[in-house]
């Protein structure tokens, strides 16, 4: 089946730097993305990879690496503001999104 | 329009009774997803347009639930019979096209839908 694995929650102090881990297992592969989603708000968009290697997006940073099914999300300099649920997706060669769970992502002054 | 648009924004109904969610894409967006999203956990999909095509209609939780798109533009989502279990979040989403560069997809707001 499909999978996309993510920590359920994590904890870091603002203006420091978090990384959140996403290891997926798709059946096919057309690019991960990245989306941050407030409570009670729908997603948006944070990043897309579909080759190996960093994108770097100010604060925010997605890694790829298919070889080995892994992502990460960096993000620097953390502020207050970017407590919010991190969304890990794959587009698989149905063109389906499999989505994670998500990663609640909880920062403490 | 300027982003996705959903209706209505809140539904509260009793079971047994059909509801209908509405979306209104980005115009110009051939692609359309349906999302359902259970109270504190993640994104479920259901159903994809190509235009007023959907080549998958596995996702959909049972056959109470059925989709249409028309134009290239307007989708609806029905779900028959509710049920208590059908209570959730229900987003919309549309990309510029269905892969390539221009797949980011951007969401609506939601249709909160409870079931009594």
């Known amino acids: 089946g499909q999978n996309i694995d993510q920590p359920t929650e994590m904890t870091a102090t603002e203006g420091a730097i978090v990384q959140i881990n996403c290891t997926y297992q798709?059946?096919?592969?057309?690019?991960l993305f990245w989306y941050q989603q407030h409570a009670g708000e729908a997603p948006t968009f944070l990043s897309y990879?579909?080759l190996d290697g960093l994108e770097e997006k100010g604060r925010f940073s997605s890694f790829l690496s298919r070889s080995k099914g892994y992502s990460y999300l960096l993000l620097k300099e953390l502020q207050m503001k970017d407590s919010a649920s991190y969304l890990c997706a794959v587009w698989d060669s149905n063109y389906q999104l499999i989505w994670g769970a998500g990663t609640k992502l909880i920062i403490k002054p | 329009g300027a982003g996705v648009s959903q209706s209505p924004s809140n539904k509260v109904t009793e079971k047994g009774k059909d509801v209908e969610l509405r979306c209104d894409p980005i115009s110009g967006h051939t692609a359309l997803y349906w999302y359902r999203q259970r109270l504190g956990q993640g994104l479920e999909f259901l159903i994809y347009?190509?235009?007023?095509?959907?080549?998958?209609k596995s996702g959909l939780p049972s056959d109470r639930f059925s989709a249409e798109r028309t134009g290239g533009s307007v989708s609806t989502l029905t779900i028959q019979r509710t049920q208590q279990e059908d209570s959730a979040v229900y987003l919309c989403?549309?990309?510029?096209?269905?892969?390539?560069?221009?797949?980011?997809?951007?969401f609506g707001p939601g249709t909160r839908l409870t079931v009594l």
């Open positions: 347009f190509q235009g007023n095509s959907a080549p998958d």
């Open positions: 798709t059946s096919g592969f057309n690019g």
């Open positions: 990879n579909v």
């Open positions: 989403a549309s990309s510029l096209a269905l892969g390539g560069t221009y797949n980011e997809q951007f």
